[in-house]
């Protein structure tokens, strides 16, 4: 059975950075694009960033442009989400999306 698993989520202050990372299991994980979703308290959920299946291209929201960065290992089965210069507007809970199957999120909360 696939499944993603996310984690690294946390509380950070304005101006800081976290890793996301989404586990992936149960398919053959080099085969698919995988995307960052957020959703914030009383919002609908969101696309974040997301890559294609070896990597060579990304796609992110005009609103974490130049911030955040999406890669992946396909040795570990892991796509990453690197978030730098984080800001309030970013607190959401944060999941991870491969095709049909979607994680259980991770929370992200950003100080000001």
């Known amino acids: 059975q696939a499944q993603v698993v996310e984690s690294g989520g946390g509380l950070v202050q304005t101006g800081g950075s976290l890793r996301l990372s989404c586990a992936a299991s149960?398919?053959?994980?080099?085969?698919?694009?995988i995307s960052w979703f957020r959703q914030a308290p009383g919002k609908e959920r969101e696309f974040v960033a997301g890559i294609n299946w070896d990597g060579s291209k990304t796609t992110y929201a005009d609103s974490v442009k130049g911030r955040f960065t999406i890669s992946r290992d396909d040795a570990k089965d892991t796509v990453y989400l690197q978030m730098n210069t984080l800001k309030p507007e970013d607190t959401a809970v944060y999941f991870c999306?491969?095709?049909?199957?979607w994680g259980q999120g991770t929370q992200v909360t950003v100080s000001s």
């Open positions: 999306n491969e095709y049909d199957v």
């Open positions: 149960g398919r053959t994980f080099s085969s698919y694009s």
